[in-house]
């Protein structure tokens, strides 16, 4: 397809940190592949892998990234693409305690390109290491020129925040970093942000004299998936509501910002989360799928939540009132990404409910599916067919996306990716943004609430389903 001359970055030298693990497999190096392919990637790129371990050879390395193409990449391999990749590719052992050799080869790298080359530090590594390692790129010099790109989460609690943006900045200038948050990568995302902006139907009705409640639905249906490990650090209330989940209700609850650019749009976000009030451990509940603990690298006592439903407050003079709740879980009914806009109904019933059904009387509501391919639903009552003036439900659904623009959709990664090698922080958290949802969040990792126990295929504990006020949770339909 076709590509304007601005959408191609400078020649770069990536370095993949933490190369041969899960997240590099599945998303970083197929998302740097289809880059390529699709005319996104520098003329001039190479991608150096690195990380404790490095494999036994260059071809064993190159045999790895070709392996996690054909498992997580495009459905058929391309054999000129993939020789043209390959010839690209390098494996550099490094530490927290010497990346001497990597900084050499990195340099090497750079000659090569040329004197405009640039470096992309991509630091996917487990949130014990990240701070060891940030210290040692900046004693190796490998943060000359370079733009990090950081993995959530930013820290497990407010000081472990702060201490890493002040590890990062002792080193790095702000504009240098890249929080990563694959969320706001995604098209369905960003249409927030176009439906709410673009339209002079929704904007208007958009605050509190309209809304009831607004809530952002993350269930899925995967338990950890050998990720047990990681979870046991952080949790579902870390590793998905004082991140993606937040970073949704930002887009949501937003001013329009004077500008669509990095600078006006993070700005807008941020006054969002400095108007969210404490959260309240009473609002919040808690739990943890059956089985959880026979999971791999999990302890047989384990109080770890692998659920989480939270009642948010935005103290503004749009929101005020509004309750945003907000639900993700493992191992739950429905793997489902939806916004729901729930309008508040007329004074005054002056019709009956034609079926009886808890659907008749449910309020006016948009829902938006951040599905891959995005939809809007628009939920109304309308006459039953027959004598009586009676109610039923009617929707409307709109596709988000214009079919015939398909194949130019980028991946989440894809598109923060590109993002990172253009210098584009629209999509990226900043360092004020981060350390105010870890004080939003204090209260609840202070006072932890109770772990209900919850069945896997379920909609979670049932302390959960009281949450949001009445009609409950929009999921299940």
Excluded: C
């Amino acid at each position: 397809m076709a590509r304007s001359s601005a959408s191609r970055p400078d020649p770069h030298v990536v370095v993949l940190f933490g190369a041969r693990g899960d997240l590099a497999a599945r998303k970083l190096l197929p998302g740097f592949f289809r880059l390529a392919g699709a005319g996104l990637m520098p003329e001039a790129f190479r991608i150096v892998g690195s990380g404790r371990h490095a494999p036994d050879s260059h071809e064993a390395w190159v045999q790895h990234v070709r392996e996690a193409l054909e498992e997580h990449g495009p459905e058929e391999l391309d054999e000129d693409e993939w020789k043209a990749f390959a010839g690209r590719l390098s494996f550099v052992a490094s530490s927290a305690q010497d990346a001497g050799e990597l900084a050499d080869a990195v340099r090497a790298a750079e000659q090569e390109l040329g004197d405009d080359a640039r470096r992309l530090l991509y630091l996917s590594v487990p949130p014990g290491a990240m701070q060891p390692l940030v210290e040692q790129l900046g004693r190796s010099g490998l943060v000359d020129r370079a733009r990090l790109v950081i993995e959530k989460p930013f820290g497990t609690d407010l000081a472990s925040a702060r201490d890493l943006n002040r590890a990062l900045h002792e080193i790095v200038a702000e504009e240098q970093v890249f929080r990563i948050d694959h969320f706001l990568g995604k098209e369905a995302a960003q249409n927030v942000l176009a439906m709410r902006f673009a339209n002079g139907l929704v904007e208007p009705v958009w605050n509190r004299d309209h809304i009831a409640a607004v809530q952002i639905d993350v269930p899925e249906t995967l338990g950890l998936e050998g990720r047990g490990g990681f979870y046991e650090q952080t949790g579902a209330f870390r590793d998905m509501v004082v991140t993606h989940l937040f970073q949704l209700l930002g887009f949501v609850a937003m001013e329009p910002p004077v500008r669509m650019d990095a600078g006006a749009l993070r700005d807008e976000k941020a006054k969002v989360f400095e108007a969210v009030r404490p959260l309240d451990p009473a609002r919040v509940v808690f739990g943890q799928f059956e089985g959880y603990a026979d999971e791999e690298d999990v302890a047989e006592d384990s109080g770890v939540e692998s659920f989480a439903a939270v009642e948010v407050a935005v103290d503004t003079w749009r929101w005020a009132g509004v309750p945003f709740l907000l639900r993700t879980g493992k191992a739950m009914a429905e793997a489902r990404r939806t916004i729901t806009i729930a309008f508040r109904e007329p004074p005054l019933r002056m019709f009956g409910l034609g079926n009886g059904t808890r659907d008749a009387a449910r309020p006016n509501a948009l829902v938006l599916e951040l599905k891959d391919t995005p939809t809007m639903r628009l939920e109304l009552l309308a006459k039953a067919p027959g004598a009586e003036l009676a109610l039923v439900p009617a929707a409307m659904e709109l596709g988000l996306v214009d079919p015939s623009h398909e194949e130019e959709r980028l991946e989440a990664y894809e598109r923060l990716l590109h993002d990172v090698m253009l210098g584009d922080h629209t999509l990226f958290t900043r360092a004020d943004e981060v350390e105010r949802l870890w004080e939003v969040a204090a209260p609840v990792l202070e006072r932890r609430p109770e772990v209900h126990g919850y069945a896997q295929g379920s909609w979670g504990p049932e302390a959960a389903l009281g949450l949001p006020p009445a009609p409950g949770w929009r999921l299940p339909d």
